[in-house]
Nanobody, 122 residues
Framework: QEQLVESGGGLVQAGGSLTLSCAASGRTLSAYAMGWFRQAPGKEREFVAAISWSGGRLYYADSVKGRFTISRANAKNTVYLQMNSLKPEDTAVYYC???????????????WGQGTQVTVSS
């Protein structure tokens, strides 16, 4: 069974950092584009960052550009999201997703993790 599992979420003060990880089982991530999305209470799920299968193409939402970094370690079947200079508005459940193309669009991804909570206090 293909599965993505996020980890690394938690509570952090504004200005702090967290690194999220997304590990895959039952699927080799190296063949897929990967994305990070987030969903705050009462809001729609939104794009955060995406990386191509080779790591050569990176996309970021304007709201996180310069603060977040997406990377992947295909040998470890893992994708990361390094988050620096966190703000209270970054508070959300963060999801990783795998899909056939590098995209900012939610519907292009066909496998999703269960999410990890990130809470940034002011």
């Amino acid at each position: 069974q293909e599965q993505l599992v996020e980890s690394g979420g938690g509570l952090v003060q504004a200005g702090g950092s967290l690194t999220l990880s997304c590990a895959a089982s039952g699927r080799t991530l190296s063949a897929y584009a990967m994305g990070w999305f987030r969903q705050a209470p009462g809001k729609e799920r939104e794009f955060v960052a995406a990386i191509s299968w080779s790591g050569g193409r990176l996309y970021y939402a304007d709201s996180v550009k310069g603060r977040f970094t997406i990377s992947r370690a295909n040998a470890k079947n893992t994708v990361y999201l390094q988050m620096n200079s966190l703000k209270p508005e970054d508070t959300a459940v963060y999801y990783c997703a795998a899909g056939p193309v590098t995209s900012v669009v939610t519907t292009t991804y066909n496998t999703w993790g269960q999410g990890t909570q990130v809470t940034v206090s002011s």
